[in-house]
Each structure stands twice: as structure tokens, then as C-alpha cells.
């Protein structure tokens, strides 16, 4: 009998001894067969290369990751993460018919914790007549131990409805899995691709990342208040950081979207740096795909809970969000005005984050982080010059680490955020402001851009009786599939505007609309978007004129969509009036609220 060495261990089989145990097993261990003929060698890129998923409860218990590859995704995914420059390539992603002629197969892969583990991977074609429910889906059954399954397209029954490729998932049979994914195409003949570029890990404790988080401080502007709040905190005091913007404030692109957004980090930074313990409280009222247009109507439900929630420091995120603000920049500066007018005089600070593309508008509204004197953190400053140079020439990561898709940061991407955020923190207690803050007075200013929504305040079912006459007519039902956040450290969806009015269809002995008597002087309605079939327009009307057609179709998908009806100088007395499209009464159309100013 052999005898052990002394320094032996007993032997834990590694991954890849696991995994091929495992595909031995399922072949039953049957013995040679006549060898298939070894498949070509062909071009490839990722459109995915080690991204993280997670799969999130569903109502039927099992969990997904949606991965939404519309609205140019795909293209941004192949640019980021396969390197392609082709433009005939990236044309061709815009449609199925496209993805058809360059595409011969998807090779996709994931890793679990268990490398048994079931996992569906779907791919959609979005429809033309219906877009969720016409297309075809590309699917194959996956298991977590790496292993790269294909599916060739070939083989697949197209739909006649095809019209674009619209989102992948990863259907889990238990929820809050997590995993390691790739998606690579590999491309019919005549196609090429360039080879895939090696990324190096990336080093957070390196001088250059030092240097690429100083860039962020666009300006430090006044640091007065943040410092209070600084204090505060260290005094053993109650102190709420909160987080208000779109998708990336709501963590979009984080794994976990809970905890590894950079608004959690940001504040668990604070709190270990500055709290005394359990004294630092959170609150992430992030909703995805809106701007402040929205954001300045649901600031006092989202972020003070109707006055029970006094924040002490306020980030601000809308500078990819705002591109389709009507008022170019006015609802931002509004929204602003009216964080620093609360009564416990909170810190602002104005956080520009950045698209894959290099863009954002902190140009256009760092205007008003200079006209009050207000802190200002630029992600783009900071990672995009590093996205030009080479590895080993003051790169520190490349777009594919830290962007998880076109719009939205990967984890790490998440961190590099929050440790932008947390340098200005550090800046304010290493160099203390010697002036008073005027904030107060810069106030009573000309505002940079506009102000003219800074004293609105949200409508809706819960509480309309206090502040207008409401005949709903047909609009008498409550929708309940609604756009849903996660808010603070919640993995659940909180639905954004539930005290809302729903039209289901005309009803005999009912009036076949809204109508609304109220005094004010500026409006903005809220309505639904959508991409159901069964969902229609509607037409909005201001004292029996025509002001403009709600569509919920525009944008496609459930979501939060504000348009402003009017704004005027002075307050007076307006018949609002809502009603469904001459032709769309058979459909169905949400009002979630307004926003008025008296």
C-alpha cells in the first residue's frame, strides 16, 4: 500500500475534472463512437464575454435575467465586446433578416456555482405586428458547468413576423442564482471579425486608477453642507444619503441590483467612513428609462416618503436621461431648486454619469451646478480618456469591463462610481470650505436655465379631492401592471404610481372620458407607456383645444412617460380633458397622475 506524503491533501477534484466527469456521465460512459466530422473554423465576436447575471424572483417562483439587445443594444454590444468596427456588420444587427444573413450559429455558455445546474437560454426576435409575442425565440438548455452549447440557425422555424433582435434571458429554475455568462455569434462565410482582445485584471489600488477617480471631481463647488452632513454622521447622529436618477440610480447593470449598485456602495462607504455604527440610512429612488421631468413629480413619494424622510445628502442622476426632457435643462434645474430649498438644507451633489458611445449632457446642465456653487462628480471625465489608451500606457480597464451594455455600468463599473462619489467626500473633509455657503441667496439668483417647475407637486387617485374636481368616466379602473423599482435595498419591484386611473373600453351609460376642473399654471401629465397591441392613444385637450396625443407605443415597453400640457405666468381655472383617439376606444390607456404648479 502506498504510503501518503507528509504534506499530501486529500484530493478535491478541480473544475475541469468536475466538468468532464460530469459530460462523461451524461453520455453514460458508453464508449467510442465513429467520430462526426469536426465542425469549421469560423469568425466570431461577443456580444457578451464573462458578464454577470442573477436571476430575479419571478411571480411563479423561478428567476431571470433579461438582457434587452433592442434600440441598438446589439450593435453597442458588438462594438464593446467584439471589438467590431464593421459597418455592414453592425447593419446587419439591426434586423432579423440581417442577423440571418450574418449569423450561423450563437455559441452561448454559463457558469454556476452548481455545475449541474439547469439554465434555458433564450434568445427573442421581436415582432412587427406583435413585438413580444410574434417573433422567434432561439433557445437551448444550458448547464452551469461552462460548457459552450450552439444553436445553429439553420435549424431554427423563423416566424413571418420577425422583424428585429429584442432581448436574451436566462431562466433559472430557482431564483437569486448567480452566474458567469458569454455569447459569442459566429458569422456565415464571407464574414470576419477581428480577434479577440485579451483584458487584464484590474488593479484598484494602481496609480493610474487613482488618477482616472480624481478626474471625476469636475468641481467641488461649495462643500458646506456636505461637510455638515459629514459631522453629523460622526457625531453619532441619524444621517440619510439618498439617490435620486434613471436605470443606473436604480442599478441597472449591477449583479445583484441590491447591493452591488453604486448608490449601495456609495453609502456603505460613507457609512463605514464617517458613521458611528447603524446611524447612516439609505434611500435609491432610481426608475429606469425616465428624467428629471419625472423625477422632479416623484421626488416627495420616492425620496422624502411623503415627509417622513428628511435627506441629508442628495445625488442627483439625469445626465443620460434627459436627452428627451422638452424643457432642455428647465425640470433638472427645478428639481435642484427644490432639493436645496427643504427646510434642513441638504447637500446636492450633481452626478454625471456616461454612455458606451463617450456622451452625456454635462454640458448642458452643469450650468446649474455653477450657478449654485454645487459639488460635481463626472464619470465620463474620469474613464473615457483611459478608454483610448492601450494596456500598459495608463489604460486600467476597457469598455467592456465597465460597461455592462450600451447604457448601463457593470459591477465594477458600479464601484468606479462609487469611488468617484467617495473622493469628493474625502476632498470636502481633507479641504475644508472657508467660505459660508450662500446658497440661499444664489437662490434668490436668475437661474441658469429655468425654475418654472421648482414648486410642482404630484396629482393622482390617493389625493386629488384636496386639489381638484375629477369626473373619471370611463377612466374608473386601477391599472396594476405597472413600471416596478427596486428601491433602496429591495430586490422586489416597487410600482411607480399606483393611484392611478385606468381606461379599459367604452361602457354604455358612462361618459367616454377624463375631465378635470383646476387651478394652476403649469401641467404635465403622466401616462403609461406600453408595447401591448391591446393598448391604445389618447387624445389630450386644455380648455376644448387639442394640446397634444399621448402614445404609449413610442417608447414600447411599461414605463412612466410625462408630457407637459401648458405652462403659463399665472395660475387660473383649466378644464382638463382625456380621451381615448377616435379608433382606439376598444383599447385600453393609463393615467398615472399630474404634476401642477399652483
Avoid at 465513429?34 to 423561478?62: C, H, N, S, T, W
Avoid at 455604527?277 to 416618503?305: I, Q, W, Y
Amino acid at each position: 500500500m502506498l504510503k501518503q506524503k507528509k504534506n499530501y491533501r486529500n484530493p478535491i477534484w478541480d473544475r475541469k475534472k468536475v466538468i468532464i466527469f460530469i459530460n462523461l456521465w451524461r453520455n453514460d460512459m458508453r464508449g467510442p463512437a465513429a467520430p462526426r466530422d469536426p465542425e469549421k473554423q469560423r469568425a466570431y465576436f461577443y456580444i457578451m464575454r464573462e458578464k454577470e447575471v442573477f436571476g430575479l424572483r419571478q411571480p411563479d417562483g423561478k428567476g431571470v435575467q433579461f438582457l434587452y439587445e433592442d434600440g441598438g443594444r446589439l450593435i453597442n454590444s458588438a462594438q464593446i465586446s467584439g471589438n467590431i468596427a464593421d459597418q455592414e456588420i453592425l447593419e446587419l444587427l439591426k434586423t432579423t433578416e440581417g442577423f440571418r444573413k450574418l449569423v450561423h450559429s450563437i455559441g452561448v455558455s454559463i457558469e454556476t456555482e452548481n455545475p449541474e445546474e439547469e439554465v434555458k437560454f433564450i434568445f427573442q426576435m421581436y415582432g412587427e405586428k406583435d413585438p413580444y409575442g410574434g417573433g422567434t425565440n432561439l433557445t437551448a438548455i444550458l448547464h452551469g458547468d461552462g460548457a459552450e452549447t450552439r444553436i445553429k440557425l439553420e435549424e431554427i422555424e423563423w416566424s413571418l413576423d420577425d422583424k428585429e433582435p429584442g432581448q436574451i434571458r436566462f431562466e433559472f429554475e430557482k431564483p437569486e442564482v448567480f452566474g458567469t455568462v458569454s455569447v459569442r455569434l459566429f458569422l456565415n462565410d464571407g464574414y470576419n471579425a477581428p480577434e479577440t482582445a485579451e483584458e487584464n485584471e484590474i488593479d484598484l489600488t494602481s496609480e493610474a486608477y487613482c488618477r482616472m477617480i480624481e478626474r471625476s471631481l469636475m468641481s467641488r463647488g461649495n462643500t458646506k453642507r456636505a461637510e455638515k452632513a459629514i459631522e453629523k454622521a460622526r457625531s453619532g447622529e441619524a444621517v440619510t444619503i439618498a439617490f435620486i436618477g434613471g436605470s443606473i440610480t436604480q442599478g441597472a447593470g449591477a449583479i445583484p441590483i441590491n447591493t452591488e449598485c453604486y448608490a449601495y456602495k456609495a453609502y456603505q462607504s460613507f457609512a463605514k467612513a464617517y458613521g458611528t455604527g447603524e446611524n447612516v440610512h439609505f434611500v435609491k429612488a432610481g426608475v429606469g428609462g425616465t428624467p428629471s421631468e419625472l423625477g422632479m413629480l416623484r421626488f416627495e413619494r420616492d425620496v422624502l416618503r411623503d415627509g417622513t424622510i428628511e435627506p441629508d445628502i442628495v445625488i442627483v442622476e439625469f445626465a443620460v436621461n434627459d436627452e428627451g426632457d422638452e424643457t432642455k435643462g428647465n425640470c433638472y434645474e427645478s428639481l435642484v431648486r427644490k432639493i436645496l430649498k427643504l427646510p434642513n438644507h441638504p447637500a446636492v451633489i450633481l452626478l454625471f454619469s456616461v454612455f458606451a458611445n463617450d456622451w452625456n449632457l454635462q454640458d448642458r446642465l452643469s450650468v446649474v451646478g455653477k450657478c449654485y456653487d454645487l459639488p460635481m462628480v463626472s464619470i465620463m471625465d474620469a474613464v473615457t480618456p483611459q478608454f483610448k489608451q492601450k494596456q500598459g500606457e495608463g489604460r486600467v480597464l476597457s469598455k467592456n469591463q465597465f460597461f455592462y451594455d450600451i447604457f448601463h455600468p457593470s459591477n465594477i463599473g458600479h464601484t468606479i462610481m462609487a469611488d468617484c462619489l467617495m473622493h469628493f467626500f474625502k476632498e470636502a473633509v481633507m479641504h475644508p470650505e472657508e467660505k459660508e455657503d450662500k446658497t440661499v441667496e444664489l437662490l434668490e439668483q436668475k437661474a441658469a436655465i429655468g425654475k418654472t417647475f421648482e414648486e410642482v407637486k404630484l396629482l393622482d387617485r390617493k389625493n386629488y379631492n384636496e386639489i381638484a374636481k375629477v369626473s373619471c368616466g370611463c377612466f374608473e379602473e386601477t391599472d396594476t401592471e405597472l413600471q416596478c423599482v427596486e428601491m433602496d435595498e429591495d430586490l422586489t419591484g416597487t410600482p411607480e404610481f399606483p393611484y392611478n386611473w385606468m381606461y379599459c373600453g367604452k361602457k354604455e351609460g358612462v361618459i367616454p372620458y377624463f375631465e378635470m376642473q383646476i387651478c394652476c399654471k403649469a401641467l404635465v401629465l403622466i401616462f403609461k407607456d406600453a408595447g401591448d397591441l391591446s393598448v391604445g392613444t389618447a387624445d389630450a385637450y386644455v380648455d376644448g383645444k387639442k394640446v397634444l396625443t399621448a402614445d404609449p407605443h413610442v417608447n414600447g415597453w411599461v414605463h412612466c412617460n410625462p408630457v407637459i400640457l401648458f405652462t403659463e405666468n399665472l395660475a387660473k381655472e383649466h378644464t382638463i380633458r382625456i380621451q381615448m383617439t377616435a379608433g382606439e376606444e376598444d383599447k385600453n390607456f393609463t393615467i398615472l397622475g399630474f404634476g401642477y404648479v399652483s
